[in-house]
């Protein structure tokens, strides 16, 4: 990274996998809102659909999701038995409106869950909404829990996309995390995803955990693609102890410095572009061959709350405790806690607790930060032309500053990231996001 550029490192920048941030979320939106957005929609309007399965048998120290460590079964099924009269109210909400053509089990571990459970939950949606063939079916794996014979299982059932949580094979920072898998463990869960007949096989890698070097993360990046999955996520770790209590267990000390975390990022992009991965966006990777190295090629790429994404939907139902759904501007967040997610849905209704209209500035702006963050690049004619003057003088102040840097190129309407800034993309999106001042309303959405 080029010297001028460090000092944006230290800058907290939103994932922007939504736009407003849910920490802007707030208890106007109510069920009622999102059932008339649903009765709104285009009988072939595309759907693409979230599963969250919150249960984790051990506990990861780094982790920022929303998740319970759950030591009976019992408990997962009455979820699982929530999830689906959740399904069952949508559907009646849809009335036969809108086609699936994505859903994705998250979490949380969704294989914490057995393959018939799974299978349940699909059926209910394919029985209450609709579920065709063709409809793509990704789903999370902790290589820990994937037990015999669930790879084949999964597939059997119509998942094509595997997703492995790897973040990093040196058992010295597997122990500072408390997530202790060997290379030859996830070596193996590859073997038989790969023996079921799955070609999109992605993995999660973090970069910014305790006792992580240059040395270390290398060692790591050479396993990551001697087992060549298809695609690749590069997270940096964001260290949030004050909003997620579980991450006190790490060492802060043992943490990487800024400087070094730019390091690690930069060493990943270099192996993965080496072994013939192509970037996406500013933190995935994939072959040539895969379906979101094509829709990069093609102009089609988007960004949801799974990240960087080929799905043509643009309308997202969220199912479980903490999901959330957009439909035409209105995001509707349901119970986080499991318990009043899981009464509400027994109750026959949809559990939504929070959610935000989106304004039609926002919308503008939603539509700029995910074209920089696709792209890395945005016509920002739009984003000036809307702003308060004030808003106006600080967004060009600031794209001014960046161009000075050599981070962008400003030529016309169009400010483009430059040869090596895609790491500062979220940084360029804050300059014209108002809500990113000041950053400490975004710190834990990093």
């Keep these: 990274m080029e010297d001028s550029w460090r000092k944006y490192l230290s800058k907290r920048a939103p994932r922007y996998t939504s736009y407003p941030s849910a920490l802007h979320f707030d208890g106007s939106v109510t069920t009622a809102d999102l059932v008339e957005k649903l009765g709104e929609i ?3 309007e595309p759907l693409s659909l979230y599963v969250h399965v919150p249960f984790c048998r051990q506990l990861c120290w780094y982790c920022g999701c929303n998740m319970r460590v759950e030591n ?6 009455d979820y699982v038995s929530a ?19 994505s859903v ?9 869950l057995l393959c018939n459970e ?14 065709t063939d063709s409809a793509n079916l990704a789903i999370e794996l902790d290589p820990r829990l994937l037990r015999e014979n669930d790879a084949d299982n999964l597939a059997s059932l119509g998942f094509t996309r595997f997703s492995l949580g790897v973040q990093d094979f040196d ?10 898998q060997s290379f030859e463990l996830v070596e193996a869960c590859v073997s038989d995803i790969r023996a079921a007949g799955v070609d999109d096989l992605s993995f999660d890698v973090l970069y910014g955990l305790p006792h992580q070097t240059l040395r270390r993360f290398e060692d790591t990046m050479e396993k990551v693609v001697s087992l060549s999955p298809d695609r690749v996520s590069v997270f940096g770790y964001a260290h949030l102890p004050g909003a997620l209590p579980r991450q006190r267990m790490i060492d802060e000390a043992a943490l990487p ?6 390091d690690l990022a930069a060493l990943a992009d270099e192996r993965l572009i080496d072994a013939g991965y192509l970037r996406i966006g500013f933190d995935h990777y994939a072959k040539p061959d895969n379906a979101l190295a094509k829709a990069g090629f093609e102009g089609r790429l988007k960004r949801n709350f799974q990240g960087f994404t080929d799905d043509a939907a643009t309308t997202l139902i969220g199912f479980g405790a903490s999901a959330i759904s957009f439909v035409d501007g209105l995001y509707a967040q349901n119970e986080k806690d499991i318990g009043a997610y899981a009464a509400r849905a027994r109750n026959g209704e949809a559990p939504v607790s929070r959610g935000l209209h989106r304004t039609k500035r926002e919308t503008v702006l939603a539509s ?16 000036l032309r809307g702003a308060p003057p004030a808003d106006a003088i600080r967004i060009c102040s600031a794209l001014e500053g960046l161009e000075a840097d050599g981070v962008i190129q400003w030529r016309g309407d169009t400010i483009t990231l430059a040869d090596g800034a895609h790491a500062l993309a979220r940084t360029v999106a804050m300059a014209i996001d108002p809500y990113a001042q000041p950053q400490v309303e975004y710190a834990a959405a990093v």
């Excluded at 994705?104 to 914490?112: D, L």
């Design 257 to 262: 410095s800024e400087a070094m975390r730019s």
């Design 72 to 77: 009976y079964y019992a408990r997962a099924r």
């Design 83 to 101: 999830l689906m009269n959740e399904i069952a109210f949508y559907g009646r909400a849809l009335g036969g409106r809108g086609r699936p053509t």
């Design 104 to 112: 994705h089990f998250g979490g949380g571990t969704p294989n914490y």
């Design 42 to 44: 285009d009988v072939y």
């Design 368 to 383: 700029a930060i995910s074209d920089l963050l696709c792209n890395l690049k945005t016509n920002i004619s739009l984003v």
């Design 118 to 131: 799974l299978g349940e939950i699909l059926t209910a949606v394919e029985r209450e909404i609709g579920l």
């Design 171 to 180: 058992p010295v920072v597997q122990k500072a995390i408390n997530r202790l």
